[in-house]
Every structure is written in structure tokens, then in C-alpha cells.
């Protein structure tokens, strides 16, 4: 892979030909238009092919995935220009493999909302690892709202990215609430009803952990907020799902305000399988 600067009077077809690359290709891989102009100093990624199929009448990803001994969703991840989509006309080239080994690993998780485009989600499930709908809240009872999360979770399913399912102090008023965290951290009863609620929804939708985002909890519920956690990873991780806790960022361990004094940092970490740090560019 090569990075490219745009230099004056470049064009995608110039610049292509300097890299013995397919325009159009070049073109999709980056998202701009294959004719358009360019912008001096705008950076193009250049990717080199090592393999390729030439798409035949009656050719699906599924038959070509298995004719080379991959997967549907390495031919999506190869294919910016498919959108996530299975369609594909004879004649259309598809990358089976490029020349660069992969340098590394990572792994990417990403939110939606149940309103999220179809065909925007579909683009972006290929590349995700893990797909986290937002979100289901707490009931006034302690068990959890219904979210209408079927078409997150085929996108899931379709595409290979392991759903996780978010559990979040939101209530039936889409907002946070202190009381409602309250509620389960300190009612017995309604934490077990909670619990019992999660451990169905896990079993009935196939997801593959929980993220759980309680925001806005008062100082005297750091303790109770991390022993929940830790509870949630000994229930659940018995069974092979994982539990992380989604928190907000701190400069320091005694940072005040609503948002960050339960938030102790030291004593979820040890309680989770990870964290994430809500930060925003």
C-alpha cells in the first residue's frame, strides 16, 4: 500500500497509470469521483491486487468466497466499492487478495441507533468487529426496555461483526437517569430481575457481551457501580460473553461533577473485561 499526495495537474486516470492501478478502482477505494478533479495535496491510498476474479453469469460472493477458500466477508473488506452489498453484474472485477500482507490486528466496535440507514449500516458492518446497538435502558421495575434492534443485528449477522448488546441507565424518557441506576445497583431485587432479563436477551438474540454505559451516577455509588460490574463478569463470563463499561474521560481520580465521581477508574478496570473511553473528536 502507498500513500499518494496529489500533485498539480494530477488526475485518477494520471495517477492510476503512474501505479499501473485500475482507475475505477482507484477511484472507489478512495471515494471520489473517477473523472472529478482533485485537490493538490489531497492523499489517495494506492492498494495493489495479487489476485482477481472476473465475475461470470451466475457467480455470487458466497460461490466466489468459496471457489478461493475465503470469506464473504474478506471479499466485502476487499471491495470498498460494494457497499456491503451482494450485488454484483458480469464483468465486475472483485479482489480476492491484495499483494501487502496485513500489517497488524485490531479490533473496532461501533454504535448505532435503530433508525440508521440500511444500506449506510450495510456499508459499514464489513469492517467492523463488533456492531453495539443503542440502547437498551432500565425499566422502573429494574428490567429492560425493548429496543427494535432486528435489522441492526441481521446487518450484524450478514456481515460478520459479533453484536453486543449496550445496557445503559436510560430510561423510557431517552435520557440518562441517576434513580434508574440507582435502582438496580442498590435494590436487590431488581438488580436479580434486571440480570435475569439480560441473560434471556443475550440467549434469544445471539449477542456476544455487554457494554454497559451508566452515566450521571453520584460518588456514593462508585463501590456499588464497580461490584455490579464485577457481578456481571463472574454471571456472564461463566457462559462466555464479555462484560466492558463504557466511561467517561477523567484527568484526574478525584475530578468532580455528576458525569465522573463514580467513575473509579482503578476498581472497574479490575472488574471488566475492558473499557471504553468516551471520547469524542
Not at 150 to 171: F, I
Amino acid at each position: 500500500m502507498i500513500i499518494h499526495v496529489v500533485n498539480v495537474g494530477e488526475t485518477v486516470d494520471s495517477i492510476a497509470a503512474t501505479y499501473g492501478v485500475d482507475p475505477f478502482r482507484l477511484a472507489a477505494d478512495n471515494e471520489v469521483p473517477a473523472g472529478g478533479a482533485l485537490a493538490v495535496g489531497q492523499t489517495l491510498v494506492i492498494r495493489f491486487p495479487k489476485l482477481i476474479h472476473a465475475v461470470r453469469s451466475g457467480d455470487t460472493l458466497t460461490s466466489i468466497a468459496a471457489d478461493y477458500g475465503v470469506t464473504v466477508r474478506r471479499l466485502y473488506q476487499n471491495n470498498w466499492s460494494l457497499g456491503g452489498l451482494p450485488t454484483l453484474s458480469e464483468g465486475m472485477d472483485i479482489v480476492i487478495s491484495y499483494q501487502e500482507p496485513p500489517i497488524g490486528s485490531a479490533a473496532f466496535n461501533g454504535y448505532a441507533y435503530p433508525f440508521i440507514n440500511r444500506l449506510l449500516l450495510d456499508s459499514v458492518t464489513p469492517y467492523l468487529s463488533y456492531l453495539t446497538p443503542f440502547t437498551y435502558g432500565i425499566a422502573a421495575d429494574g428490567s429492560l426496555l425493548p429496543l427494535q434492534d432486528d435489522e441492526l443485528l441481521l446487518s450484524a449477522r450478514e456481515h460478520g461483526a459479533r453484536p453486543v448488546l449496550h445496557l445503559s441507565s436510560y430510561t423510557e424518557n431517552e435520557q440518562f437517569d441517576s434513580a434508574r441506576a440507582s435502582l438496580v445497583l442498590t435494590d436487590e431485587d431488581a438488580q436479580n430481575r434486571l440480570i435475569a432479563s439480560i441473560e434471556k436477551l443475550m440467549r434469544d438474540k445471539g449477542f456476544a457481551g455487554i457494554d454497559v454505559d451508566f452515566e450521571f451516577l453520584p460518588a456514593a455509588l462508585a463501590a456499588p457501580y464497580a461490584e455490579f460490574l464485577a457481578l456481571l463478569r463472574r454471571l456472564f463470563g461463566a457462559q462466555g460473553y464479555f462484560v466492558w463499561a463504557a466511561l467517561a474521560p477523567k484527568t484526574s481520580a478525584t475530578q468532580s461533577g455528576l458525569l465522573y465521581e463514580a467513575h473509579n477508574y482503578a476498581a472497574i478496570a479490575s472488574s471488566v473485561d475492558a473499557v471504553l473511553l468516551m471520547t469524542y473528536g
